[in-house]
């Protein structure tokens, strides 16, 4: 968990621009805590203390992260254009204007979907938040 993008972006942002929440003041590294609670599991929490050599590892590891996505291509084009039916990101690449609504649903020929390239990733579909 402490590895995850999610805890780092949190805890470093709080870190670094905290102050415009704690009245112009800014919220040290250690007192930072993160917590993780589980409902489903008699409501345990797993706790993730933060200091100032997590915070210094942190922004390192965030500007590598985003220099190395800011002077990376393109990402290529899938040559599958019915994948890019119902994203809403596809006026980005030229495959239309917005994304499919529901009543297109119906129109998909889903006995022509391929699913043999279908790959699936827990890891990144985002956390439910409440």
Not at 24 to 40: L, R, V
Not at 51 to 56: K, L, M, N, V
Not at 104 to 126: H, M, P
Request: hydrophobic share 40%.
């Amino acid at each position: 968990l402490a590895r995850r993008l999610q805890t780092i972006v949190y805890r470093w942002v709080l870190a670094q621009g905290g102050d415009h929440l704690h009245g112009g003041q800014p919220i040290p590294p250690e007192q930072i805590e993160m917590i993780y609670w589980y409902a489903e599991h008699d409501g345990a929490a797993r706790r993730l203390p933060y200091d100032r050599a997590q915070f210094a590892a942190d922004e390192a590891y965030l500007r590598e992260l985003v220099q190395e996505i800011d002077t990376r291509t393109d990402f290529p084009l899938t040559d599958d254009v019915q994948r890019c039916q119902f994203c809403v990101y596809r006026s980005l690449c030229d495959r239309g204007t917005q994304a499919g609504t529901l009543a297109d649903w119906d129109a998909v020929d889903y006995e022509a979907v391929d699913l043999t390239t279908f790959t699936l990733d827990l890891d990144q579909i985002a956390e439910i938040a409440f």
